[in-house]
Structures are given as structure tokens and as C-alpha cells.
């Protein structure tokens, strides 16, 4: 069983001591348009949000909408700090709340497990930014990786507007890692809808499919680290086999794209 309190700990310490010796303005690889700055800022903002949602126990979509943001740091070392501090206050809170507290979310999963699970994610492939910023690289666990692919293909696509709709007209993919065999089944499509603004949507997405419907017309096999880096458009994904249809890889990848901005 994954501790997502020890993952969230460790891996926003080291993001933290390696932007710590970052220049602000150095480029982020993974991110063409963030600075380490801007990445460093970025974590501070989500984990200041989420402490805020878990802390006060906050429970609707404008409640989620009012929680204030920290003032930004201009200085790098006061910005190190501040991410220091904020990070520190979200382990807290987390640390004494239990997984089945009811909070917001933007899923359908409404409790502080999913938080927890969420920040870990996020502090994992953001250490990956700041490494790949500072030119440096550690691994990730496979069974982790597996489950940052979990993760990211059945909760980003797993969860429509009101006012959208998802049309099932894409490929069926199996994406398989090497490390246990798993696999997991989406179905690519494209939603569509008007938002409240009265803004028209056409875009990419894929939805989780629980366990096999028949043969898939793509699959995409790698090693978990890989597949995951690849996924969140960290690492090309040149080992990862891919077999089938070949426009399955860049399509699923737009697809992530358009529900991970």
C-alpha cells in the first residue's frame, strides 16, 4: 500500500532543494512556457489551494472558487520559503484528517483520500520538472508509476459537465505496463458542449473503460516510469512498443492534453 502523506513529503522536499539552486529564469524542459520560477510558484499555489480545501473542509464549487491565493515572492530565496511553509501546512492538515472526510473535488470523489492521493501525484511529476530543469534525474518506484497511470486515465477523464457530452468515436487502447502486466482500456473520443459563458467546445478526450470489451485497436506497452513520464508529457516515450493502429500514441496524448491544462 502506497503512504501518498510520505510520497507528498519526499517529493516536495526535493523539489524544493532542487529549485532551492535553480536560477529563476532557467527554463523548464517539460513546460516550455514556465521559468523554475513559475514552476516553483505553481506548486505553491496548488498546495496553498488544497490546504485551504482540506483544512476548512470546504464542500461546493463556489466555496472552491472564493479560497484566496498566497501573495507571490518576488525574491528567490523568499519564494523558497513560502513554498517551504505552504507544503509544511498541507502535510498538517493532511496528516490530521482521515481519507474519508468530505471535501470538494473536481471528481466525483468527494473526500480528503483523494486529495492526498492527488498531491502526491502532483508533487511527483513536479519534482520531474525541477530535476529536469537542473539538468538532474532520480527514478521513480514502478508500483507508484502505476499508479500515477491509474491515476491520470481514470480520474482526468472520468468525470463530465453537466452541459458536455463525451462521443465515443475514437480508438479503444490498452495501455499495459511491463512492471506487472497491468493494463488499463480508454476509449478515445471528443467532447462537446456549451458552457455557461456560451462558449462552444470540440475537443479531444478519452474516457476509462473497466477491463476489457473485446480487442483493443491499439496498445501501448512500456515500462511504468516511462509510461507515466510519456502520459504527462515528460519523456518522449521512445521505448514504449506500441502496436495497432499507429495514430493511437499522439492521439491519446492530446487527449491527456486537453484534460490535464
Do not use: K
Not at 113 to 131: M, S, T
Request: glycine share 8%; hydrophobic share 40%; net charge negative.
Amino acid at each position: 500500500m502506497i503512504d501518498f502523506d510520505e510520497v507528498l513529503t519526499a517529493n516536495s522536499n526535493r523539489f524544493r532543494q532542487v529549485l532551492a539552486d535553480v536560477p529563476d529564469r532557467a527554463p523548464v524542459p517539460s513546460c516550455p512556457d514556465w521559468s523554475a520560477g513559475d514552476l516553483l510558484w505553481h506548486l505553491t499555489e496548488v498546495q496553498s489551494f488544497w490546504r485551504t480545501i482540506v483544512s476548512d473542509r470546504l464542500q461546493t464549487d463556489e466555496q472552491a472558487a472564493a479560497v484566496a491565493e498566497p501573495a507571490r515572492a518576488t525574491a528567490h530565496a523568499q519564494a523558497v520559503a513560502l513554498f517551504t511553509q505552504v507544503s509544511a501546512h498541507l502535510g498538517t492538515a493532511l496528516d490530521v484528517t482521515a481519507d474519508d472526510v468530505p471535501v470538494w473535488t473536481w471528481t466525483a470523489v468527494h473526500d480528503v483520500g483523494w486529495v492526498r492521493r492527488r498531491q502526491g501525484h502532483e508533487a511527483l511529476i513536479h519534482r520531474v520538472d525541477a530535476e529536469q530543469a537542473a539538468g538532474l534525474h532520480s527514478s521513480i518506484d514502478p508500483g507508484l508509476a502505476e499508479d500515477g497511470i491509474d491515476e491520470l486515465l481514470t480520474q482526468f477523464g472520468s468525470v463530465l459537465p453537466d452541459w458536455g457530452t463525451f462521443d465515443p468515436s475514437g480508438l479503444l487502447i490498452e495501455v499495459r505496463s511491463t512492471h506487472s502486466d497491468r493494463s488499463w482500456w480508454v476509449q478515445l473520443g471528443l467532447f462537446r458542449g456549451v458552457d455557461p459563458a456560451g462558449t462552444s467546445h470540440e475537443e479531444p478526450d478519452f474516457q476509462p473503460v473497466a477491463g476489457s470489451t473485446g480487442p483493443a485497436d491499439a496498445t501501448l506497452e512500456g515500462q511504468a516510469e516511462e509510461l507515466l513520464l510519456w502520459l504527462w508529457g515528460r519523456a518522449p516515450g521512445d521505448g514504449i512498443q506500441s502496436s495497432g493502429d499507429p495514430v493511437a500514441q499522439p492521439a491519446l496524448r492530446r487527449a491527456v492534453v486537453a484534460n490535464t491544462q
